[in-house]
């Protein structure tokens, strides 16, 4: 068996793929002792091309092309045909740092470990790192010490969930095929609590391996009017799977945490964005028994908003409208 599976997502990244395959093939292991696997999503630019250039190079590459199905759709496929005994996500417009795998997979070995947490950076479109929204870090706890799923969730998570910054042991994913849920947005904050809560054995590393390109026009930072819909039902999907997660822990604190956080975020944006409904979201969220939120994991200025919501969601909603007239 092969030692590593690392998935790669393509779609129309041209521009970053080399650079991508170029950190993953710059790496201190026995080339036969992972595969890349290039999940081709119905690129329609040079993507694939570039995919098959690599291919014919490095036979530790294997493409595997499907219609677009959207990021979700491309990692399932990856896990689904991965013979490593681990697996990694990479994004395509993303790299790693050089020879830093091996230092996962020795460790993952040595503690037998199920997952294994690695720190990242954001970088720009000019490789320049870059720390936006440093306040939610506090909440994120590197220390290396091997705990359960639950309590590493509960206590050294923090709200980052990404899929990409996760070794996991491939048989957790593929033998309780848990899979990333297709045609959202957020997918990862769906799914790392379920993951987690899957394991025995998780633990963190400061090591930073990870670069994640914050760029115009990827999915997280291009937003259109013709999506902010969308989202928004997404961000309420979103809160129907925690809440469901939620009813069968015996320490659900992260949830409610989570939970509240983007019931912050959908009442923002529809007090500025789909006022005119403003009764419609409160009342279904009502009807989803979210209130009161909680403030756990939360910021000094976001416990003010718990407060607020929680006094008065509707009010909550003028307040910001008209704030925002001004």
């Not at 957020?186 to 760029?215: A, C, G, H, I």
Request: glycine letters at 4%; aromatic letters at 12%; proline letters at 2%.
């Amino acid at each position: 068996m092969l030692l590593l599976s690392i998935v790669v997502p393509v779609y129309n990244v041209s521009s970053y793929l080399s650079r991508c395959l170029d950190s993953l093939l710059n790496q201190s292991i026995d080339s036969a002792a992972y595969e890349i696997i290039v999940v081709n999503d119905g690129s329609t630019d040079n993507s694939l091309n570039i995919a098959q250039r690599y291919a014919g190079n490095h036979p530790q590459i294997v493409i595997v092309s499907q219609e677009n199905g959207g990021l979700s759709a491309a990692r399932n496929s990856g896990v689904k045909v991965a013979r490593g005994k681990y697996i990694q996500f990479v994004d395509s417009d993303d790299y790693l740092e050089p020879d830093v795998l091996n230092v996962l997979l020795e460790k993952m070995e040595r503690e037998c470990l199920d997952v294994l947490r690695f720190n990242y950076q954001n970088v720009n479109e000019h490789d320049k790192v870059f720390q936006p929204n440093r306040v939610y870090r506090q909440f994120v706890d590197y220390r290396d010490e091997v705990t359960d799923g639950l309590s590493f969730l509960t206590e050294r998570l923090g709200f980052g969930c990404y899929a990409w910054q996760f070794l996991i042991r491939a048989e957790i994913l593929q033998q309780n095929q848990l899979f990333f849920k297709s045609g959202i947005y957020f997918e990862d904050t769906e799914w790392t609590p379920r993951m987690l809560l899957m394991v025995k054995r998780v633990t963190s590393t400061d090591l930073v391996v990870y670069n994640y390109l914050m760029r115009q026009g990827s999915i997280t930072q291009s937003i259109t009017d013709a999506k902010k819909k969308k989202v928004l039902e997404d961000k309420m999907e979103l809160v129907d799977s925690l809440l469901a997660q939620r009813k069968v822990l015996t320490d659900g604190r992260w949830h409610d945490g989570m939970i509240g956080q983007t019931v912050i975020s959908i009442l923002g944006t529809v007090s500025l964005q789909f006022f005119s409904v403003r009764k419609e979201y409160i009342d279904r969220l009502k009807m989803m028994s979210v209130f009161p939120i909680s403030n756990y994991h939360c910021t000094e200025r976001n416990r003010g908003r718990v407060k607020f919501i929680n006094f008065s969601p509707l009010l909550y909603c003028w307040f910001i409208h008209l704030k925002n007239k001004r």
